[in-house]
């Protein structure tokens, strides 16, 4: 049973179009200053965190365009389960560098190019302090080793991004933060969704839409420390299926 369950999803979506929690979303999403943005796609190589509400908008707008539903589900299995392995960009990347959700991403995603460089790097030796310790954690408790060149990726800051009016400081940026997470409380206060309140990567949601979420980890740890991959091949058979 996987932690994040179906029907779950079905009523939250429901609860979202019924009450324009959608319509709010976009609103705030269009709230957002423009950018003149290349479409190198450099930045596009994260599982980028994201609120209920989205991860509810994205599903509904896969749903709506099910033509691109299996070639993203099996990206997001390969991003998951050959995390600690290889460096695979966004699962919602595809090989033209165009967003294949565009229209719903994330704002993470709408945020990106707005940080000043300054913010931009302090993030970045958070990131990377974080992620040395969670390195020698797995490393010593699991006996499982983190790729070097994926731990040590780092997205470069974006210099050819201009943003239309200025910048972002780190109180503007965390405006827009907050109104999200003001959406996903309108969900969360109504009980609308048996869901545990956690960050999540947009990836890990749809992972939880699939597996129980200590069952993905244990196969995924599994995965690397025995480096086989078959159980991916039938993972990827059985989620895939019915799908198209």
């Not at 996987?2 to 709230?31: A, H, M, Q, R, V």
């Not at 509810?56 to 392995?85: G, Q, R, S, T």
């Not at 290889?86 to 190019?113: A, M, Q």
């Amino acid at each position: 049973m996987p932690s994040i369950k179906k029907d779950d999803i079905n009523l939250g979506i429901d609860y979202c179009l019924k009450n324009d929690l959608f319509k709010e979303l976009n609103d705030l999403y269009n709230s957002i200053p423009n950018g003149d943005c290349i479409g190198c796609g450099k930045c596009c190589m994260e599982s980028v965190g994201a609120n209920l509400v989205e991860f509810l908008n994205i599903y509904n707008y896969l749903n709506e365009n099910n033509y691109i539903y299996n070639i993203v589900m099996e990206k997001i299995l390969d991003y998951y389960f050959l995390e600690y392995k290889e460096k695979l960009p966004c699962p919602f990347k595809d090989s033209s560098n165009r967003c294949l959700i565009y229209d719903v991403r994330p704002l993470n995603c709408r945020i990106y190019g707005h940080w000043t460089k300054t913010d931009y790097n302090k993030n970045y030796d958070r990131i990377k302090k974080d992620n040395i310790e969670f390195a020698k954690y797995m490393n010593n408790e699991h006996n499982i080793k983190i790729e070097d060149d994926v731990l040590n990726y780092k997205i470069e800051y974006c210099k050819k991004f201009k943003p239309s009016i200025d910048y972002m400081n780190k109180n503007e940026r965390m405006n827009y933060y907050d109104k999200g997470i003001v959406i996903d409380s309108k969900l969360y206060s109504k009980s609308i969704m048996d869901i545990e309140f956690r960050d999540r990567g947009i990836v890990e949601y749809f992972i939880e839409s699939i597996f129980f979420n200590s069952v993905a980890s244990n196969i995924r740890m599994n995965m690397t420390k025995n480096n086989s991959y078959k159980v991916l091949k039938r993972v990827k058979a059985l989620v895939l299926r019915e799908e198209g």
